[in-house]
């Protein structure tokens, strides 16, 4: 061994693998065969057992203990380059990592870590060489296969587990933020604004689903002069106030023989006004036909409002509530049968919302124009208190004054139950315990707003 050739003679092509406490593996004295006797190695460093786990497998063909030297031949050929099918080795390379005494002879398997040539060092490609040989036992590796793969699974597991764990922090971190600048955003708004968000919020709940739709015969249920657009903002706020979306507006009548002024508020109102054929029953047919037409294209139930008297319609109405699950709100006149009405999900008179009955004249109009101003509630009470909806039964105070109640909420109706409160928002007085709805109240705060400027430009005038 003289100078850096080696035992092989040619230059190093990397540095070899030192320990400081290397033993000399023993030759066994007495066989036929050369046997070298590798002692247990502990202590090795982490670095050569992850070699040993990579390295490749080959078998022992020759051993020379006079020289130290042995040689294999690999179980997989080398990589392209090297000239040579068997590579040669010395005993100090050998590592042994089991707890007892290895031997390796002539046809033992092992499996080493090949020296790699550098570039354009021709001679280790056609001699080519073994870095490190490390003794193998099938049973050994196979047990520590099953160790290795254990703990390899474990580690896994840990480390899913840690994820998990970092995750859910994450998401309750950032669920705790948004709640956070949730909370923080409600402090900074308005108690009014609150109120307006809640009720829309409240409003939207079912407009995905619910859908209504109206069908008007002027001709069986007659609005009275100039209370046409009233009566149907009244049918629109029943419903949009309990989430309702409206699909349809229809009223049938014969435009050449009414009134230019109803046809055109009807207009307005953006309600769709068909007209129909002078035949019998006509109007009938195509109410029937428009109703189905809506009930068999939804998909989801929804409400059904029919202003009529006409006792026809109770077949259809008794198919649309007890077949098609929709509701079925029945507006209808003095004239109607029972039979229609028991078969409605709810039932109203037209005349609830026809303030004047029909044989009222000209002079008893104007008196109740001039008496309209006066109500049993004092004017110079001041303050409302807004009630949310409940089911107490009560009723609207304005039903008993002149103009009546906005809502039709009368104390007669509702004792009968012909129609109920516990949908609508009230105001009570501040100073006294009337009550109404909250259309009246929007009537009587702009009546109240009129008279006090009426009177202020009274002062201003008898002053100049």
Not at 53 to 63: D, E
Not at 235 to 252: C, L, Y
């Amino acid at each position: 061994m003289a100078g850096r050739g080696g035992f092989w003679g040619g230059p190093y092509t990397g540095a070899r693998p030192r320990t400081s406490t290397y033993t000399l593996p023993v030759l066994a004295q007495g066989s036929s065969l050369d046997i070298v006797e590798v002692p247990s190695m502990p202590g090795l460093s982490p670095k050569i057992l992850e070699d040993q786990v990579n390295a490749r497998f080959g078998t022992v063909t020759h051993v020379n203990n006079t020289k130290n030297i042995g040689y294999l031949r690999p179980v997989r050929p080398l990589p392209p380059g090297y000239d040579s099918s068997s590579l040669f080795f010395h005993f100090n390379v050998i590592k042994n990592t089991y707890n007892y005494t290895k031997k390796v002879t002539k046809g033992t398997t092992v499996k080493f870590i090949l020296y790699e040539a550098k570039e354009g060092n021709t001679e280790n490609l056609s001699k080519p060489k073994a870095f490190a040989v490390f003794t193998y036992d099938p049973v050994e590796e196979g047990v520590k296969d099953k160790a290795r793969q254990k703990e390899i699974q474990r580690n896994k597991q840990k480390e899913v587990q840690r994820q998990k764990a970092k995750l859910q922090k994450e998401n309750k971190i950032k669920k705790q933020n948004e709640e956070k600048e949730r909370k923080q955003k409600e402090t900074k708004r308005a108690p009014e604004e609150k109120m307006k968000v809640a009720e829309y919020n409240k409003c939207e709940e079912h407009k995905d689903s619910k859908k209504v739709s109206v069908f008007w015969d002027i001709e069986n249920c007659r609005p009275k002069k100039g209370k046409v657009l009233d009566i149907v903002q009244e049918i629109r706020d029943m419903s949009h106030g309990e989430g309702f979306q409206e699909q349809t507006f229809m009223a049938v009548c014969d435009v050449t023989r009414e009134l230019k002024g109803l046809i055109r508020d009807l207009e307005s109102s953006n309600v769709n006004v068909m007209n129909r054929t002078r035949k019998k029953n006509s109007s009938d047919e195509i109410l029937r036909q428009q109703m189905r037409k809506v009930v068999d294209t939804n998909k989801d139930p929804g409400r059904i409002i029919l202003i009529s008297g006409d006792s026809d319609f109770s077949t259809d109405l008794h198919s649309f509530r007890y077949v098609k699950m929709y509701e079925t709100i029945l507006i209808h006149n003095d004239k109607t049968t029972a039979a229609l009405i028991k078969v409605a999900s709810k039932a109203i008179p037209f005349k609830t919302m026809n303030q004047f009955p029909d044989n009222v004249g000209h002079s008893e109009k104007r008196k109740k124009k001039k008496t309209s101003r006066k109500s049993r509630h004092p004017r110079n009470h001041s303050g409302w208190t807004r009630m949310l909806p409940d089911s107490s039964g009560w009723f609207c105070g304005a039903s008993k004054d002149p103009n009546g109640c906005r809502r039709g909420l009368m104390e007669n109706a509702m004792k009968e139950g012909k129609i109920s409160s516990e949908k609508y928002v009230s105001y009570v007085c501040n100073e006294c315990s009337y009550r109404i709805c909250d259309l009246c109240n929007e009537r009587y705060c702009i009546e109240k707003e009129l008279i006090q400027k009426t009177q202020n430009k009274f002062q201003e005038s008898s002053l100049q």
